[in-house]
Structures are given as structure tokens and as C-alpha cells.
């Protein structure tokens, strides 16, 4: 009996172990498969080369077009469009990788195509899970008038939404990570308390809702439609076939996993084990006993009878003692396997869980592209990690601990020790840990000091920055609170009641801040890098050739002035100004310019040129087709029978 019921406690937390194991392990497929798949790049892909060229002339129409981006992209169907003059979609192939790289793309065109422009937009998934779009124009035997409109925007309620959703996910993870830490591990009274659990739940719905959201709206969000395209089981399949998908999924898993985990944590603190005992027939037996004493004075006989019945009655009792002590060490048995599995085996399986969860984000974002990917994405999780135990615990000491004791239930006293000092301890280990990461990615992000202001993610970063120092400095009061209260000999509890309800407006500030923060974070996901998304402006100044000079008065120790704006890949404008050794403008009849490539085989593309003032000309739409290194030749006409060229190299991001 002793041995089955030890084997039923055993068997008991073995089925606990392999449940979450298995939950994890399944986790860990997905998760490895995401970073085996993870190539060093820069966020956001960026378009390196095409052919044909953007605004190239062809004599015949090309067979394919073939386009190679800086990092591995995906893509469907519906990925890449060919347009006609008309803006009418036209039919193509299917696309493809080149040679099966994953940087690049392809697609078959029609061999009869008339002449004229053709527009080509393109709209694919980084490395990093963001969509990037473009367009490049070509044309057969001579260029049309115009070129058909291309809207590479998405649609402004799917960005709307897909934020929204991202912003839930981490939200949910900080309710869950960090209420369930409050709650199970902080908070003495934590596991009894029906609002912890209630928070702690809600964190998971939340979380598990964000991340459906996302999935959901990463169909139309790639191929660039409505919301109505959540509904489309294509679009569907795309999403879950891409890593980021993969990693959504293995997000799924863990929260599964953590929330069965806090279930049997909170299921043992509301319900605590009670050893069984087994009750006996020691008063009968006592009694037989005092019976059996009184029939000394009786016959032999008699006293043969109350031998054998004391016997009887000793065996019985015997019997009953023998059995209490089987179901006591049985419930002790099984007792100490649930305390073990308690103790070590949930703790152990939860904090894996907790690592593995974040890394669900900095697998598909911006921490696995990029330099220093190796240090970026533990990193990136830990920053996370930091966030969310420190504004989910806070959520909940708000709402569990530092409420007005009126509001709770007579029979619960509110005590803020030892969850407020606990918690204070913690949050101070979260803010040095989200100071340090957030400094090294900071600076991993932007580069530079001038992107900082000249970018959306550089901008949106001193805002996230600003909130956060708010929020260090609500810290920073609440913390001397505990550390001059927890001096008293009274405790915390002593606290004068003014001086508790400013800790609890000093603790909504901060819970109202990190959801700022949490908001802020959830843009900075979604927006390129200032790394990669600024371009410093080119400011170059070339001398005028010598031959340029002896033909144009004027231009004797003249030099050319070039501004090119913003230098990256795409529309540019570039304005040339002649200036004499005084400083002063001078016109010549003519400047016109090409485009040319010195690293690739990539025909000159013409950049038109007109005059703005004497002295000043300006190229309007002069058009990058990708990054690197490029001249702007300038053909300087002096006069009728003159004209110089006038190289000038320059950098475009």
C-alpha cells in the first residue's frame, strides 16, 4: 500500500515535469529553428541592385527583372506588380529567389510589351519581419510622357492595428511575467489573493490576444491591403511560413506553458496539502482493557475468556496503528514529491520560460540584424526581460498592496511589508539593467548624434528617453519612502497616512509612464533605424578644370558647389552652384548631368539639370536607383564649341 501510493506522488510530478518540458521543448524547435535562420544584415532591407536599372532605357523588353537586396527578404504572389502607362496591372510570373539566394527576387515578363514606361512596385519582408516597398521605372524604345502612380503606403488601419497589437503583446508579457513574479515569489500572501491571480490571468489573455493580432494582420500587412485580408487563408499561410510567423507561434507555446506553470503555483498556495490521519478504536480498546482488568477476581474460566478478548482486542488496535502509519508515510511521500516539484522543478521550468519568451521579439526585430548581433539580441531580451517584471510587478503592487484598505475586504489587512521593500529591491536591479542595455542599443541604433533629430526612430527615442527619466525619478522617491519608513521601528505599516497616499500617486505616475513607455516602444518597433534610415546630407566642393577656365571668363579659380539631399537611394535634389574666387556666382550657357555607377556595370542615367538663377542650377528628381558609392558627372558647356566634365563622387545610403 505504501509503495503504490509513493509511486502515485512520483508519477504525479513526472506528469507535471513532462507536460512543460514537452510545451518547452516544442518551443525550442521553433526558436532554434529562428536562429539558425538568422543572417547578420541591417534592419530593415534596403534595395542594392537592379536590372534592369531604374529609368534605364532598353531597346527590347527584358526577359525577367531581377532584383538583390542587402539582407534575405520574403515575399507571395502578390509581391511584385508591372504597370503600364495606363496604371493597369499587367500579368507576370511567379516570383522567385535568384539561383535560390535569399536576398534577391525575380519575375519573368511578358515578351510582348509595347513601347513605352513600365513602373515595376515591389513590396517584401526583411530579415527583421518589416515590410519594405519601392518602385522602379524602365522603358522599352523611348520613355512615355508620364508613369503610372504607384501607392506603396499601407493601409493606414492595418499599421494602426498591427501596432496596437504589438503594443498588447508587450503589455501582457509585463502582466505576466511580472505580476506572476509579484504574486508567486514577492507577496507572501500573493498565491491567496483572488485579484493577484485575476491580474496575472489577464496578462496572459492579453498577451496571448496581441500575438494573435499581429499574426492576423501580417498577411494584409506584407501585401499591402486592407484589413479585409485578415480573412484571406493565403495570406494567412504566407504570414505562418515566414519567421516571423515561426516566432508568433513559438509565443503561443510559452505563454501555454507559463500559464499552466502559475495555475499549479497559485493552485498550491490556495490550496495547502493537510496530512491524513486515520482514526482508530484506541477508545474501545482502552475500554476492553479496563474490562478486562476488572475480572481478576472472577473464575478461571472467566479469565481464560478476557485473555482471549484482550488479545482480539490488542490485534485490532494494531491493526489501526499500523494502518495510520501506512497512510502517514504515504501522505508524506507524496507530499514531499509535490514539494520538490514545487520547490524546483516549476521554478526552474518557469524561468526558462521567462528567458525563452522574449526572444520570441528579438529574434524577428531589429536585434538579429545588424552589427553585433551576437550582443544585440541577449541584449535586446534582457531589456525586455528588465521592463517586464519591473512594470507587470508594479500593475500589480498598485493594485493588490497600496490600495486603501477600505476597498479590500474587511477580514484582509493591507501590509506593505515585505512585498514593498522586495519589490523596491527588484526594481532598482530592472532600471540598472534597462539603463545599461538601453544605452548600448541606443547607440547601436542610431550611430550618430545628428540622427537622433533627423530621423523618426532618433526623435522617437528622445521621447521614450524623457518618459523614462520621468519615471526614474518617481522611482527614486519611492524608494527613499521605503528605505526611511523601513527604519522605524514600527515598519512600513507605521507610515503616516499622507505619506502613503503620495506613494500611491507617485506609483500611478510611474504605472501611467511605462504604459507610455510600452506604447512608444511599440512604434520604435515598427520604424527603420536611425542607423540605417539617415543620410547625412553631401556638401562637396570641386575645382573648374583648367580648360573649362581658359574658355568662360569668369571661371579662373572657380569652383563647384555641390549639394545633394537626402543622398540615399531614391528622389533626390541636387543643387550646383558656380562660384567665382570672390565667392560671387557665374552662369555659362549650359550644365546638364548623368548618373553613373564606378563599382557596377550599370549604364548612365541621365539626371536633367536646370537654372534656377545665374550661377545656380538644380537637378529636382534626380533619381538614386540603390546605395553605394556614385558620380555625378557635370557636363559644363562655356560656350557654343566648349563643354567640360566635371566628376563629382559622392556616398548614398
Not at 537592379?50 to 526577359?63: C, I, K, N, R
Amino acid at each position: 500500500m505504501t509503495h503504490r501510493i509513493r509511486l502515485a506522488g512520483h508519477r504525479w510530478a513526472r506528469l507535471v515535469t513532462r507536460m512543460t518540458v514537452v510545451l518547452l521543448l516544442a518551443t525550442g524547435g521553433l526558436v532554434t529553428n529562428l536562429a539558425s535562420t538568422a543572417q547578420p544584415a541591417y534592419a530593415h532591407a534596403y534595395l542594392v541592385e537592379t536590372s534592369p536599372v531604374d529609368g534605364e532605357v532598353l531597346a527590347s523588353p527584358p526577359a525577367e527583372v531581377q532584383l538583390r537586396f542587402n539582407e534575405a527578404v520574403s515575399f507571395n504572389e502578390r509581391s511584385i506588380q508591372l504597370l503600364d502607362t495606363n496604371a493597369e496591372k499587367l500579368t507576370i510570373g511567379t516570383v522567385g529567389h535568384v539561383d535560390g539566394k535569399a536576398n534577391t527576387a525575380q519575375v519573368g515578363l511578358p515578351a510582348d510589351l509595347a513601347e513605352g514606361t513600365y513602373v515595376l512596385a515591389w513590396r517584401v519582408t526583411s530579415a527583421d519581419s518589416h515590410v519594405v516597398s519601392g518602385a522602379l521605372t524602365f522603358s522599352i524604345g523611348h520613355p512615355s510622357a508620364t508613369a503610372a502612380p504607384v501607392e506603396q503606403d499601407a493601409h493606414r488601419a492595418v499599421v494602426v492595428v498591427d501596432a496596437v497589437g504589438r503594443a498588447l503583446a508587450f503589455l501582457g508579457m509585463a502582466l505576466a511575467l511580472g505580476g506572476g513574479l509579484f504574486v508567486a515569489v514577492l507577496w507572501p500572501t500573493g498565491r491567496t489573493d483572488r485579484r493577484g491571480r485575476r491580474i496575472v490571468w489577464s496578462g496572459f489573455a492579453v498577451l496571448a490576444a496581441g500575438t494573435v493580432v499581429v499574426l492576423l494582420v501580417q498577411g494584409p500587412y506584407a501585401a499591402g491591403t486592407s484589413l479585409a485580408g485578415v480573412f484571406d487563408p493565403d495570406l494567412l499561410g504566407a504570414a505562418l511560413s515566414i519567421r516571423l510567423g515561426h516566432a508568433l507561434l513559438a509565443r503561443l507555446v510559452i505563454v501555454l506553458a507559463l500559464g499552466v506553470l502559475f495555475g499549479l503555483a497559485v493552485r498550491h498556495g490556495s490550496h495547502p496539502a493537510t496530512t491524513a490521519t486515520a482514526t482508530t478504536t484506541a477508545p474501545a480498546t482502552a475500554a476492553g482493557t479496563a474490562t478486562a482488568g476488572t475480572a481478576t477476581t472472577a473464575t478461571a474460566i472467566a479469565e481464560k475468556a478476557a485473555t482471549r478478548t484482550a488479545i482480539a482486542e490488542e490485534a485490532t488496535a494494531g491493526t489501526a496503528s499500523t494502518a495510520t502509519a501506512i497512510a502517514e508515510e504515504a501522505a508524506t511521500g507524496t507530499a514531499g514529491a509535490a514539494d520538490a516539484t514545487r520547490r524546483i522543478v516549476l521554478p526552474a521550468v518557469a524561468a526558462v520560460g521567462a528567458v525563452a519568451l522574449p526572444l520570441t521579439w528579438t529574434l524577428t526585430d531589429h536585434a538579429q540584424t545588424g552589427v553585433q548581433t551576437w550582443l544585440a539580441v541577449p541584449a535586446t531580451s534582457l531589456h525586455l526581460l528588465a521592463m517586464a517584471l519591473w512594470l507587470g510587478g508594479l500593475i500589480t503592487l498598485a493594485a493588490c498592496v497600496l490600495i486603501p484598505a477600505g476597498r479590500r475586504e474587511s477580514s484582509r489587512a493591507v501590509t506593505l511589508a515585505p512585498a514593498l521593500p522586495r519589490f523596491s529591491g527588484l526594481a532598482q536591479v530592472c532600471f540598472a539593467v534597462i539603463a545599461a542595455t538601453g544605452v548600448y542599443l541606443a547607440w547601436r541604433q542610431v550611430g550618430t548624434w545628428a540622427a537622433l533629430g533627423a530621423t523618426d526612430f532618433g526623435r522617437l527615442l528622445l521621447g521614450k528617453l524623457a518618459v523614462v527619466l520621468a519615471v526614474v525619478g518617481l522611482a527614486a522617491g519611492a524608494r527613499r519612502f521605503v528605505r526611511r519608513r523601513g527604519r522605524e521601528p514600527l515598519g512600513l505599516d507605521a507610515a503616516p497616512a499622507a505619506a502613503v497616499r503620495r506613494l500611491r500617486r507617485s506609483v500611478v505616475g510611474e504605472i501611467l509612464l511605462g504604459v507610455a513607455v510600452v506604447s512608444i516602444t511599440a512604434v520604435l518597433v515598427n520604424t527603420a533605424p536611425a542607423r540605417t534610415s539617415y543620410a547625412p546630407p553631401v556638401h562637396t566642393t570641386v575645382p573648374v578644370p583648367a580648360a573649362a577656365a581658359e574658355s568662360a571668363a569668369g571661371l579662373r579659380d572657380a569652383s563647384i558647389e555641390v549639394n545633394i539631399e537626402p543622398a540615399r537611394s531614391g528622389d533626390n535634389v541636387a543643387d550646383i552652384y558656380l562660384t567665382g574666387p570672390d565667392g560671387s556666382l557665374v552662369a555659362v550657357p549650359e550644365v546638364s548631368g548623368q548618373l553613373e555607377s564606378p563599382d557596377r556595370d550599370v549604364p548612365a542615367l541621365p539626371v536633367t539639370v536646370t537654372a534656377a538663377e545665374p550661377g545656380h542650377y538644380v537637378a529636382n528628381s534626380m533619381s538614386i536607383p540603390f546605395p553605394g558609392e556614385w558620380v555625378l558627372r557635370l557636363d559644363i558647356r562655356v560656350s557654343d564649341f566648349d563643354e567640360t566634365p566635371v566628376r563629382v563622387p559622392f556616398t548614398a545610403r
